[in-house]
């Protein structure tokens, strides 16, 4: 009885802790983004688009913030970003007209 309090106790502390990392719902992960304004990350909208966490986490992305610096040539060049936002999976990065989707003033 004591080993599965233990054990129970564990996977209690682990789903909390997992989702103080995470993005909770409602919420947003802001990144400078310089003179295009800074880039606002919802988790939750792509969620809701079907996509899961661990398809980027750490495939494309490390899990935790400010590990990498990403620069939008690196994005145009089908880098982080840029892996899914093309212009055939989703919307594509480098159009001009797409700016704003991602960098808010």
């Known amino acids: 009885m004591k080993v599965l309090t233990v054990l129970l106790t564990l996977a209690i502390a682990f789903v909390f802790i ?5 993005v909770p719902p409602g919420k947003t992960v802001e990144y400078p983004g310089g003179d295009a304004g800074k880039i606002v990350f919802d988790g939750k909208f792509h969620a809701d688009k079907g996509l899961k966490c661990i398809e980027c986490h750490t495939k494309i992305f490390p899990m935790k913030k400010g590990q990498i610096t990403m620069k939008m040539a690196e994005i145009n060049e089908g880098k982080y970003c840029g892996v899914c936002h093309n212009g055939t999976k989703s919307f594509k ?3 001009k007209d797409n700016c704003a989707i991602c960098h808010k003033k």
């Open 18 to 22: 997992g989702s103080a990392i995470a």
């Open 93 to 95: 990065a480098s159009e």
